[in-house]
């Protein structure tokens, strides 16, 4: 069954740090790549953070340096590590396969709920 499951948003003022977490099911993890995305109102989903089966890790320009992707292999689980949030930073954040394409290919652009980080100053 296709799980994806993030929690770990909230509130949290400007320079605080956040732990997002994403529970998926075995068979979505077993796939080569996962990111973490981001929507803010009125914008275009973005990606964030990527990794790979090899642990290779890829950020965006803006939040490189802040922001950090993990994954526990033992426990199908994603992780994204927040450290010196900025109000920009304030979206609902989503974790899917990677590359973008293969949410369309293999899970038919299914998307879990996400969880909403806002970043007060």
């Known amino acids: 069954q296709v799980q994806l499951v993030e929690s770990g948003g909230g509130l949290v003022q400007a320079g605080g740090s956040l732990r997002l977490s994403c529970a998926t099911s075995?068979?979505?993890?077993?796939?080569?790549?996962m990111g973490w995305y981001r929507q803010a109102p009125g914008k275009q989903r973005e990606l964030v953070a990527s990794i790979i089966s090899s642990g290779s890790t890829n950020y965006a320009d803006s939040l490189k340096g802040r922001f950090t992707i993990s994954r526990d292999n033992a426990r199908n689980t994603l992780y994204l590590q927040m450290n010196n949030l900025k109000p920009e930073d304030t979206a609902v954040y989503y974790c899917?396969?990677?590359?973008?394409?293969?949410?369309?290919?293999?899970?038919?652009?299914?998307w879990g709920q996400g969880t909403q980080v806002t970043v007060s100053s």
């Open positions: 899917n396969l990677y590359p973008l394409g293969l949410v369309t290919l293999i899970l038919r652009d299914y």
């Open positions: 075995g068979n979505i993890f077993s796939v080569n790549g």
